[in-house]
C-alpha cells in the first residue's frame, strides 16, 4: 500500500502542475533558459547543426517556425473567435478597456522603437517587435502570485493578450509578407472558400477542416503569405454553434473540442520546441556594446517602458474619461504591475524578428539579446509590483466596483 501510494503522489503532483495555469509559462521558461546554455557549451556547434539539418524540402528550424507555429497560431485564431463570439470580448463594453489597452500598449513601443532606429534604415523593419505581448509567460508570473491578483485582472490580461495576438497577426499579415506568387495565393483562397462552405454546410467532424486546412498550409506557404497565417484562417472556419444532436451543448462544438485538445500540445511541445530552437543565443564575443545597440535598446526599452507607458497610460486615460471601468477589486498598484507584465513579448516577439531580419543572423542576435533583457526585466518588476501591491479591494456594499 505505501508503494502504491509513493507512485500515486508523484504522479498527482504532476497532475497538477499540468493542469495549473502557471505550467505553460514555467515550462517555456525552462526550455528558454536550456537554449542559452547549449548555445553556450561545447553542444553549441551541434545544437546549430541540428537546427539547420533538413527533412524533406525544408530545415528543422523552417518546420518549427512554419510548421509548428502554424499550431500555435491555430490555436490562437480559436481563442480570439471564441472570446468574440462567447466569451469575455463579446461585447463592446467588454473589448472596451483591454481593447484600448492593447492599443496603447502596441502603439507606444513601436514609437519608441522608431525613436532609436530613426537614424538606420537597415533595423526599422524591426519596429513591430516590442508591440507583442507573451501570453504563456505573462499569465505564468501572474498565476505564481495566486490570491494577491484579483480574479478580473487575470481576465482583463488574457483579453488583452488576445487583442494583442490579433494586432501581431494583422501585422505579419501587412508587413512581413514577402514576394507574392498570385496562382498559389488564389488556390490558397479556393481552398478557404471551401472551408467556409463546410462551415455553412454545418459540417460536423473536425478531421475534414484539418484535412482541407492542411493543403491551406501547404498554398499559403508557397505563396509568400507567412505560413502561420493558415493556422488563424482554419480557426475562423471551425464551428463554434452547437454539433448536430446536441442543441444546447455549445460546450461540445468543435470549436471547443479543438482548442481542448490542442491546449497541452502548444502549451508543453510547440510553444518550448520553438523557444528552445530561438532562444539560443551565444555571449561570445558580445560586449557591453551589444547592449546599447539602437536594435537592442529599442527592443528591450520598448518592451519594458514602452508597454507600461502605453498598457497603463492608455487603460488610466479611459477610465479617468469614463469610457471603461477599473477591473473589478483591482487597484492602480495591480494596473501597474499588469502593464509591466505586457512587457514579456518573449514568443510573438521573437518570431516577428526572425520575419524582419530572416537572413541576418547578426541582428537576430541583437532581437534576442533585446527581447530576453526587456522580458526578463518586464516579469521581474511585474511580479514584484503585483507582489507588494495591496490586497484585493474588497466588495462595497452598494455594489460599486473600486
Not at 460546450?251 to 471547443?256: A, V
Request: include cysteine; aromatic fraction near 8%.
Amino acid at each position: 500500500m505505501s508503494t502504491m501510494r509513493k507512485l500515486i503522489r508523484p504522479l498527482s503532483t504532476l497532475r497538477s502542475f499540468l493542469d495549473s495555469e502557471a505550467a505553460g509559462g514555467l515550462t517555456l521558461m525552462a526550455a528558454a533558459a536550456l537554449a542559452l546554455v547549449v548555445a553556450n557549451s561545447a553542444l553549441a556547434p551541434r545544437y546549430a547543426a541540428a537546427l539547420h539539418a533538413y527533412l524533406g524540402p525544408m530545415s528543422v528550424a523552417h518546420w518549427i517556425n512554419d510548421g509548428l507555429m502554424a499550431v500555435f497560431f491555430l490555436l490562437v485564431g480559436l481563442e480570439i473567435k471564441r472570446e468574440m463570439l462567447d466569451g469575455q470580448l463579446s461585447s463592446w463594453s467588454n473589448r472596451m478597456l483591454p481593447g484600448i489597452a492593447a492599443a496603447g500598449g502596441m502603439a507606444v513601443p513601436a514609437a519608441i522603437y522608431l525613436a532609436f532606429n530613426a537614424g538606420s534604415p537597415e533595423t526599422l523593419r524591426g519596429w513591430a517587435i516590442p508591440t507583442a505581448t507573451d501570453i504563456a509567460f505573462a499569465l505564468g508570473v501572474l498565476s505564481l502570485l495566486g490570491p494577491r491578483v484579483p480574479t478580473s485582472l487575470k481576465v482583463f490580461l488574457a483579453a488583452l493578450a488576445i487583442i494583442d495576438d490579433l494586432g501581431a497577426v494583422v501585422i505579419i499579415a501587412l508587413f512581413y509578407t514577402g514576394d507574392i506568387s498570385m496562382t498559389d495565393l488564389g488556390l490558397a483562397a479556393a481552398t478557404f472558400g471551401v472551408l467556409v462552405a463546410m462551415n455553412r454546410l454545418r459540417v460536423g467532424r473536425l478531421w475534414p477542416y484539418l484535412l482541407i486546412g492542411a493543403v491551406l498550409w501547404v498554398f499559403v506557404l508557397r505563396s509568400g503569405v507567412h505560413a502561420t497565417i493558415a493556422g488563424v484562417l482554419l480557426a475562423l472556419t471551425i464551428p463554434l454553434r452547437p454539433t448536430p444532436g446536441r442543441p444546447d451543448d455549445t460546450e461540445h462544438s468543435l470549436l471547443h473540442v479543438l482548442e481542448h485538445v490542442l491546449h497541452k500540445p502548444v502549451a508543453f511541445i510547440v510553444v518550448p520546441v520553438f523557444g528552445f530552437a530561438n532562444a539560443g543565443v551565444s555571449f561570445a564575443g558580445i560586449g557591453w556594446t551589444a547592449l546599447t545597440e539602437p536594435l537592442t535598446l529599442g527592443i528591450g526599452i520598448g518592451l519594458l517602458a514602452g508597454k507600461l507607458l502605453g498598457v497603463f497610460g492608455a487603460a488610466a486615460l479611459a477610465i479617468r474619461l469614463g469610457l471603461a471601468s477599473m477591473p473589478f477589486r483591482a487597484t492602480w498598484t495591480h494596473l501597474i504591475g499588469i502593464a509591466l507584465l505586457c512587457g514579456i513579448g518573449f514568443t510573438m516577439s521573437l518570431f516577428i524578428g526572425l520575419l524582419a531580419f530572416a537572413g541576418n543572423e547578426r541582428l537576430q542576435e541583437e532581437v534576442k539579446i533585446g527581447i530576453l533583457c526587456g522580458s526578463l526585466l518586464a516579469g521581474l518588476l511585474g511580479w514584484l509590483v503585483l507582489r507588494i501591491a495591496p490586497p484585493p479591494q474588497e466588495v462595497r456594499r452598494s455594489g460599486a466596483r473600486a
